[in-house]
């Protein structure tokens, strides 16, 4: 085996290795309690495929192997050290975050969604992130408001 291809085999294990960090927005970090146990939950899963990692012999396996797990280390360790968790709204008069928005499109569709934190934010479960334009929008206000979102409305219908 020539020295040029072990160089070149080590060049590439190591580039699979550094993994660009996860994107943190700058929001302050808002979650529910099912949201700070996700990240813990996610946080522990990444330690363990870590150490899984960790028992491969193949060193240049074991490195791209623990790629993955080490950003999301990083990424998880951070999200839960930074989370704010928000108790439920004790008042549904206005919308606040934890709440479950039902609303009406201009073009009549009805949607409900619940407003919770970045990282536990999935729109197929019908929850929204509190920095997403419709919650930005819908924050603050009432049953019966129309709030404008670009050049659309939504009519809240509800809020629990």
């Not at 028992?55 to 396996?61: A, H, S």
């Not at 950003?71 to 839960?80: H, K, L």
């Not at 008069?93 to 970045?118: C, L």
């Amino acid at each position: 085996m020539s020295v040029a291809f072990v160089k070149e085999e080590s060049a590439e294990a190591a580039s699979e290795t550094i993994l660009p960090a996860r994107p943190i927005s700058d929001r302050i970090n808002f979650v529910t309690e099912l949201g700070l146990q996700m990240l813990q939950e996610k946080l522990a899963d990444a330690q363990r495929a870590l150490e899984a990692a960790n028992l491969l012999e193949d060193v240049n396996e074991r490195r791209r192997q623990s790629a993955v797990p080490l950003r999301d280390i990083r990424y998880y360790a951070q999200r839960v050290e930074t989370a704010r968790v928000s108790l439920p709204p004790s008042s549904h008069d206005v919308v606040a975050f934890g709440h479950t928005v039902r609303f009406e499109r201009d073009d009549g569709r009805v949607q409900t969604y619940r407003i919770v934190g970045e990282d536990e934010a999935d729109p197929s479960r019908s929850t929204i992130s509190h920095g997403s334009p419709v919650a930005v929008a819908l924050m603050g206000k009432a049953v019966g408001d129309i709030v404008q979102i670009g050049s659309k409305s939504l009519e809240i219908l509800s809020i629990s």
